[in-house]
C-alpha cells in the first residue's frame, strides 16, 4: 500500500518527461481582420474645373487643405481603408515644362525602388477623349502602391498618388489596393477633358 503514491508520482514524472521531447512547434502566423468591401457603384465628378471622371460612392471627394494644395487639387478619401487617392492638376504652358512633369511622375514613382518588389508600367491611351499617360503599379512595402498621370499632351496635366495611413504592408493591404485599383481603372477610363 505504501508504494502507490511513489508509482503515480513516478508515472507523472516519465509522462512530463516524455510529452516535452516533441520539438516540432510552429508558430501561428498572424492573422488580420476580415476586411468587408462595399458594394461597387459610382458617381460623377464634376466641379469647377478643366476636368471630370467617375469615383467610388464609398469614397469621400475633399478639397486639398494642404498647405501648398492649389485650388483644382481634391482628395479621394477612402476612409474605411484609411488610404487616400492624391489628385493634382496643373495647366501646362509648354513642351518643356509638359517633359519636366512627365519626368517628376517617373521620379515620384520610381523613388520607392529600395522597398518595391516590382514597379509596372501601363501606357493609358485613350485618343478620342485626348487622354494618355502611365499607370505605376508598385508592389512591395512601399508608402505608395498605385502611381498615375493623365495628359493630351498639350495643355493639361493630371496625377494621382494612392497613399494609405498605415505603415507599409503589402500582404495585409493586398486586398484592399487590388479593390482600390478596380476604382482608379474606372476613374481613368472615364476621364474627359472639358476643353
Known amino acids: 500500500m505504501k508504494f502507490k503514491p511513489l508509482i ?14 516533441n520539438n516540432d512547434y510552429s508558430p501561428k502566423p498572424k492573422g488580420y481582420f476580415r476586411i468587408e468591401f462595399p458594394k461597387k457603384a459610382y458617381t460623377e465628378f464634376q466641379k ?9 460612392v464609398y ?11 492649389r485650388e483644382d487639387w481634391y482628395n479621394l478619401h477612402f476612409k ?5 487617392l492624391h489628385l493634382t ?3 501646362v ?4 515644362e509638359y517633359n519636366h512633369m512627365v519626368e517628376d511622375a ?3 514613382a520610381f523613388k520607392h525602388t529600395l522597398k518595391a518588389s516590382a514597379i509596372d508600367q501601363r501606357i493609358i491611351n485613350y485618343p478620342k477623349q485626348k487622354v494618355y499617360g502611365i499607370y505605376y503599379a508598385i508592389e512591395g512595402n512601399t508608402a505608395s502602391s498605385v502611381q498615375f498621370f493623365l495628359t493630351d499632351s498639350a495643355k493639361h496635366y493630371f496625377r494621382g498618388a494612392l497613399y494609405f495611413n498605415e ?3 503589402f500582404d495585409s493591404i493586398a486586398p484592399v489596393v487590388k479593390f482600390i485599383k478596380t476604382d482608379i481603372d474606372i476613374l481613368i477610363s472615364t476621364f474627359r477633358w472639358k476643353n
Do not use: H, M, W
Open 8 to 21: 503515480f508520482i513516478a508515472f507523472f514524472v516519465a509522462l512530463a518527461c516524455f510529452a516535452c521531447q
Open 48 to 56: 469647377p474645373v478643366p476636368y471630370q471622371f467617375k469615383y467610388p
Open 59 to 69: 469614397a469621400t471627394l475633399e478639397k486639398d487643405q494642404s498647405r501648398d494644395a
Open 80 to 84: 474605411q481603408f484609411n488610404g487616400y
Open 89 to 91: 492638376y496643373y495647366d
Open 93 to 96: 504652358s509648354g513642351k518643356e
Open 106 to 108: 517617373r521620379k515620384l
Open 167 to 169: 505603415r507599409p504592408q
